[in-house]
């Protein structure tokens, strides 16, 4: 148990379908982050959110779409996927501290048909 | 470009020692931070560098030389639940984390 809870675990969807995934943490932290993980590569930063404002979004494309609608909350918002999109999406929290080390959720295993 | 090495996959022995080693090239340095990430479970902080030298906590112990911009994991003692993903991260100037794509760790008994 990390402190940062994701939904849902597993989720399918078709290239037509609108869906989300939901990130939530119980630990007090202002930054909150979307990554990519894909088999045998690194994590890929999609967005940062500081206090609730987007930071960072790494040129991701728009059929990704994040909310943030407070700072223990955070949402990607998915329409059109593409079946390369399939993945595990990951939120992390954090960033701050001595060694602004990041908490992780377990992530969101994405499969795009 | 920034750029984080170490090996995809690894094989150890129960009881034994093994050094996962991580180097990289990035636009300045801010510390490096090494991740376990089991199967189907989230990444977990294991430690962190930003000093030349050796850290060490219990089984799992990591050193840095900044000036070879080369790391390594040492995890001593293996038992079969430290079979996982050892991710190294580097945070580079700007305080962005780079990540390397993980060394899979296998345990055999």
């Known amino acids: 148990e990390t402190g940062v809870t994701q939904t849902p675990r597993h989720l399918v969807m078709g290239m037509t379908n609108k869906k989300s995934l939901k990130c939530e943490q119980h630990?007090?932290?202002?930054?909150m982050y979307w990554y990519k993980q894909s088999a045998k590569k690194p994590l890929e930063l999609m967005f940062v959110y500081n206090f609730k404002e987007q930071t960072e979004n790494n040129s991701v494309p728009s059929r990704f779409s994040p909310e943030c609608p407070n700072s223990s909350h955070l949402f990607l918002h998915l329409h059109t996927l593409q079946p390369e999109d399939s993945a595990l999406y990951l939120c992390?929290?954090?960033?701050?501290?001595?060694?602004?080390?990041?908490?992780f959720g377990e992530g969101s295993r994405l499969t795009v048909l | 470009g920034q750029n984080i090495d170490q090996p995809t996959e690894m094989t150890a022995t129960e009881g034994a020692i093994v050094q996962i080693n991580c180097t990289y090239q990035?636009?300045?340095?801010?510390?490096l931070f090494w991740y376990q990430q089991h199967a189907g479970e989230a990444p977990t902080f294991l430690s962190y560098n930003v000093l030349d030298g050796l850290e060490e906590k219990g089984r799992f112990s990591s050193f840095l030389s900044r000036s070879k911009g080369y790391s390594y994991l040492l995890l001593k003692e293996l038992q079969m639940k430290d079979s996982a993903s050892y991710l190294c991260a580097v945070t580079d100037s700007n305080y962005q984390l780079i990540w390397g794509a993980g060394t899979k760790l296998i345990i055999k008994p």
């Open positions: 630990l007090g932290h202002n930054a």
């Open positions: 992390a929290s954090g960033g701050g501290g001595d060694t602004g080390e990041l908490f």
């Open positions: 990035t636009s300045g340095f801010n510390g």
